[in-house]
């Protein structure tokens, strides 16, 4: 009976030891595996590692990075990407926001998604979400606009609008962990 | 008793098992002697009659049979929980030893994740190139001209962009006078001067 009864108690411990592993296997799947860092250029981001480091064409560009798989078949311009850039404030964060998605949406192919404040820990910031029809596929792009001294950053996620959602958790992770120092 | 100390020394059961049946043995047949000895003192209380001699015979012999049922039905009694014990323990090896397949399935599991590197392998050597930019240098193309409103930021909601014409945009309004047409204003008209047939005279005065 008491063989019996150890026997019960063992069979128990045992189910909740098995409930733990299996929860903590699915939460370890919520986040983002292995991540690397990259300091350049006066900034610091975190970004996932499966993800690398990338080359952008734009001047503005301080640092770039993106998903390897997600490059378009017979190029290596990748779809899924991060670009951070600097440029220096000629006005009000707000002027030049301005100024420059009036020049974006004067083009029929730029849509406005959304837009408003946000805040990346004490700084404020601006968002601005819109997508671009780039001979038939659309993309969405999410800006965040930061005001740091006399320049502002702004962080541009891309991604297919269609595999956008699915990339938040990525963007999220890299926009959390986005320093300037 | 006598069988099970035979059967113990001929070495037909185990020591285990003879204690066990000993002790059992010993215990019931405590009992059937505290029940003879009940029923000797009921039988003291009662006048042993000559009539009722048979009787007694057939009530020592039923008591026999009564006492061999006892007997057997320990015996068999003690065969079946012999049997669930049996039972039980074999239920609480087959748990003892669902534990352990779990934990080692578990166990295997676990350092099978951890010492095989399922993540892809980061290519560091990929070159990969992004064209995508903040300040992206396009041509307008929008007939109707967007003005930002600074205001309409600060609500962080969508923002209602005006549509009216600012000095920049002139331009874009004079090539588009087919999709916002603008009510042209009525002419007035000029009031003709009416002829004065002796315009000598006015002039020299």
Known sequence: MKKYLLGKYLLGIAIIMAVIFVSGCVSNSENIDDPQTLAQNGVLIKYPGNWV????LSNDSIISVADPNSTVPG???AQINVNIEKRQLS????TMYNKTYTQLFSNSDYTLLAEGNTSKGDMNALECMYSVNENGTIKQHKAIWIEKGNYVYVLLFTAPQSEFESQNKNFEFILNSFKIT | ??????????????????????????????????????????????????????????????????????VDKYVVNAGKNQKQDINISNKGKYAIIAVVFLIMAFMGGIS????????????????????????????????????MNSSSIDNSTNTDRNSDSDSNSDSNDDSDSNSNPTPSPTPTPSPSPTPSPDTDSATNT
């Not at chain 2, 405590?30 to 048979?54: C, E, F, H, L, W």
Request: avoid cysteine; hydrophobic fraction near 30%; aromatic fraction near 8%.
């Open chain 2, 112 to 147: 099978f994740g951890l010492f095989n590197d399922f993540q892809a392998t980061s290519p560091a050597n990929v070159v990969v190139t992004i064209n995508d930019s903040a300040f992206p240098e396009v041509e307008s193309n929008v007939t109707k001209n967007v003005n």
């Open chain 1, 91 to 94: 006005s009000s964060l707000n």
């Open chain 1, 75 to 77: 190029s290596d311009f």
């Open chain 2, 1 to 70: 008793m006598k069988e099970l100390e035979k059967d113990y020394q001929e070495g037909h059961i185990s020591k285990e098992k003879y204690q066990y049946l000993h002790k059992e043995y010993q215990s019931r047949l405590a009992t059937i002697n505290a029940t003879d000895k009940v029923r000797t003192m009921q039988s003291r209380k009662k006048p042993i009659n000559s009539k009722t001699k048979t009787s007694h015979r057939n009530m020592a012999d039923s008591s026999k049979i009564k006492d061999k049922d006892l």
């Open chain 1, 53 to 56: 480091v990338a080359n952008s």
